[in-house]
């Protein structure tokens, strides 16, 4: 009987202890970090070769998230969110453009709430502890257990586990996108005065009422079968073709790091179909004709993973 | 004289100061500013309920209300109601009417050689469509889905 005790009180401390050695928790401490933490900085996004530098707030109040994004170089435009609302104000010419769009991980909020589903489809490996922004970061790299995911770098924040900096390679170590602070500090001040955009009198306020993310309730006239493993449906989107009155629908994928969009557009008189695969900027484009219909898969995922996707619609 | 019309929006200023900022504004044709000040704080407060013309739109959107092409033989397991009226029957010869035209447009059922595809090919709307609603990259995100 004791001997038994003494078993179960072994097996108990050694999962309990197991699990605080988890190394996945970094993660999931880095998903909750960039959702309870206040801060305000300056990070520098690369994408493809175009570099901008963004300034960004961010405050939990009362359980509820406010964020504040704005551009710093080029044409200016800010992004506006309170808990699941974004606004994003867009400065075109002499208008400022103000469209409500769906919510988005928008860098250092790059992890999913579930970070469970990322463990089946990444290695996670801890590297060196580095300066970034002026505070010291711990490396930990996401790498991909198959073909169809590229390899993830984040640099977290050794205090609160913040990303701090991320870089997104290919199979080959070429850069696909990056991110890093330059500066960063922590916010206690919970006002929320900052809370409003930047207004130029010079300018004609518009709202776009074409918000997009509108969805049209359609019946799914497809399957979507044998797609990249690890992928979900994250988002649904339907709009009438410009100029013609039938609907293309946009379907978007996610394994919690990578986005893919699939797009069924009907083809319209006189407009050839295509097929085969390009690469614009970072991202992977391929394209198949069905049934009368154009299908094509975009993302900044690899070769195989795009072509799998738009493989994958049947009617 | 902007930043005291935007606390008025925010409700920061106190009676006095409303009334000297209203005379002042009504003098200085300030109403294109107003306009936007207004919009801005119904944007922030969750309040805004579409344009101005908000009847128009309706009956717009309900006009050009698109077609689906897709999916009518999918319905196998839906019950078959069978009415003797003679109105349904008139709105489906006017719904089949509707989706005949529409599917003249197309070639949704005519044998057609495909191209290859190339980077020309790849409308910006189809790119900003993706950024829109699947960029982690603040900049892509906002610069995205806006057309003229």
Sequence with gaps: MIYKLLIVFFLFFSSVSHSSDDPWLIIDKAAKATKLLSYKGVFRSQHNKEIKSIEITHSTNSEQEFVRINVLDGSPGEVLSQGKTTYVYNTIENDVIIQKRKQQRLFPAIFPSDTNALRNFYRLSIGKTERIAGRLSQLVVLSPVDDFRYFHYFWLDKKNFLPLKMVVFDKAKNIIEQASFTQINMVKNKNLDWFKPNVDPSKNYIFDDKIVGQGIVINRFWDIKKFPPGFKEVAFITKRMPGLNILSHQLVFSDGLSYLSLFIKPISRGQKPKIGHVKVGTNNICARYQDGYQIMAVGSVPITTCNKFSESIEF | ?148
């Design chain 2, 1 to 148: 004289m902007n930043e005291k019309l935007s606390s008025l929006f925010d409700n920061e200023l106190s009676g006095n100061e409303i009334d000297r900022l209203l005379d002042q504004s009504s003098k200085q044709k300030k109403n294109t500013h107003w306009t936007h000040y207004q919009l801005i704080r119904d944007v922030i407060q969750n309040n805004h309920l579409g344009s101005h013309n908000l009847t128009k739109n309706i009956i717009d959107a309900i006009e050009k209300e698109p077609t689906q092409l897709g999916g009518f033989g999918n319905h196998k397991n839906e019950p078959t109601v069978i009415k003797l009226q003679h109105w349904p029957i008139a709105a489906s010869f006017a719904a089949l009417f509707v989706v005949g035209l529409t599917a003249l447009n197309l070639d949704e059922f005519k044998a057609t050689d495909s191209a290859v595809l190339a980077e020309s090919d790849i409308p910006v709307d189809l790119i900003n469509d993706h950024y829109a609603n699947a960029s982690t990259n603040a900049n892509l995100f906002i610069q995205a889905s806006y057309r003229k």
